[in-house]
């Protein structure tokens, strides 16, 4: 049964700061995995798609890699801002690509 | 456009009540989830459609029954709720292949009292 586990589940940083996220996955059988970041009482927000066969994906100050082989997946956020403050969420799909595992997301609070 | 839209935005519901929540997307995604999620919790996988056709329940209680009318539409029935069931449920689309993009709507929240 595939687990997904993100550390840490809480972080403060101040404004500026670039910062890691981690997610990691006990089955490495996976179609895809997908960083999302959501707001309080919020919808989902994608933020990057890294498909099995990618490394990495990058979209503005954002940079996700993937190392498919030993579980993992890092969310890079290059000089953090207030507005970046949300909880960020890993998710990775196999059995046939449409079941989607969650993790338990990384709260991110940016200070001004 | 790539927006899946949810209504109500809000439901609050008797126990006795049976209501519907709505799903529609318009990026011809052939692939829409039902997803609830508690407070300070990940999402949970319900159900999903794939081209119109039920292909995975989660066990989910037969309270909540999902139709998928047509490609665009996604509803979600439900019916004899327990105050358990308070939640926010998340519609989500994706497709036409497995490794796309998956797109949420905001949610609805549902209050059972």
């Known amino acids: 049964k595939q687990e997904v586990t993100q550390i840490p589940a809480a972080l403060s940083v101040p404004e500026g700061e670039n910062l890691v996220l981690n997610c990691s996955f006990t089955?490495?059988?996976?179609?895809?995995l997908q960083w999302f970041r959501q707001d309080p009482g919020k919808g989902l927000t994608s933020l990057l798609l890294i498909q099995s066969s990618q490394r990495e994906q990058t979209s503005g100050r954002l940079n996700a890699s993937l190392d498919k082989s030993s579980g993992r997946s890092t969310l890079y956020i290059a000089a953090s801002q207030p507005g970046d403050s949300a909880t960020y969420l890993c998710?990775?799909?196999?059995?046939?690509?449409?079941?989607?595992?969650f993790g338990a997301g990384t709260r991110l609070f940016v200070k001004a | 456009d790539t927006e899946v839209t949810q209504t109500p935005k809000h439901l609050v519901m008797g126990m006795t009540n049976k209501k519907s929540l709505k799903c529609e997307q318009h990026m011809g995604h052939r692939a829409m989830y039902w997803y609830k999620q508690k407070a300070k919790k990940p999402p949970e996988l319900m159900f999903v459609?794939?081209?119109?056709?039920?292909?995975i329940n989660e066990s989910v209680p037969s309270r909540f029954s999902p139709e998928c009318p047509n490609s665009s539409l996604l509803n979600l029935h439900l019916h004899a709720l327990q105050p358990e069931d308070s939640a926010l449920y998340l519609c989500?689309?994706?497709?036409?292949?497995?490794?796309?993009?998956?797109?949420f709507g905001q949610g609805t929240r549902l209050t059972v009292v």
């Open positions: 459609y794939s081209y119109e056709k039920l292909s």
């Open positions: 998710a990775v799909s196999n059995t046939g690509g449409f079941k989607t595992i």
């Open positions: 989500a689309s994706s497709g036409p292949t497995v490794n796309t993009e998956a797109f």
């Open positions: 089955d490495s059988a996976i179609y895809n």
